[in-house]
């Protein structure tokens, strides 16, 4: 195994890819199929509605994460907001990436809650897919650039 060139990182809105999922949902870095019981439990906890994004605010979260990733002089490489996940593939930096995706996602949350948006917008944690040459990391761009 190389050196790490890159990585894609994904989180989820809140309330919006719930386990159990019938597409599918990622746990522990293993993708895992659906299951009604589960995706029922977690619903039935959601102690607020679903945070959806629309166009204006995909585009805002977009904005302050590109901006935020200047702290760590992290070269983004492809960014897909969408209304109910992000990906990023961004190119290796010398800071853990669990602080690098914390930044992202609180100057995301910060731009949503100049629009109005109160409480939790993200899930916990984020799912990592780790990029050990050029050719994963292109991989992982043509992935999240077939999102836009």
Not at 26 to 41: E, F, P, W, Y
Not at 66 to 86: E, Y
Request: net charge positive.
């Amino acid at each position: 195994m190389g050196n790490t060139v890159g990585y894609m990182v994904t989180w989820t809105m809140y309330g919006t890819w719930l386990q159990g999922e019938e597409k599918g949902f990622a746990k522990d870095g293993t993708i895992r199929g659906g299951n009604v019981a589960l995706r029922m439990d977690c619903r039935a906890k959601l102690k607020k509605p679903a945070v959806v994004l629309g166009d204006k605010e995909k585009a805002i979260v977009k904005d302050a994460i590109l901006k935020a990733a200047g702290r760590f002089r992290q070269n983004i490489r492809a960014i897909a907001v969408c209304s109910n996940h992000v990906h990023i593939v961004c190119e290796y930096v010398d800071v853990p990436i669990g602080v690098v995706v914390g930044y992202y996602k609180n100057a995301g949350r910060k731009a949503l809650r100049r629009l109005g948006y109160v409480g939790r917008v993200w899930t916990r944690g984020y799912d990592k897919r780790f990029c050990f040459d050029e050719k994963a990391l292109k991989e992982r761009i043509r992935y999240v650039e077939g999102h836009r």
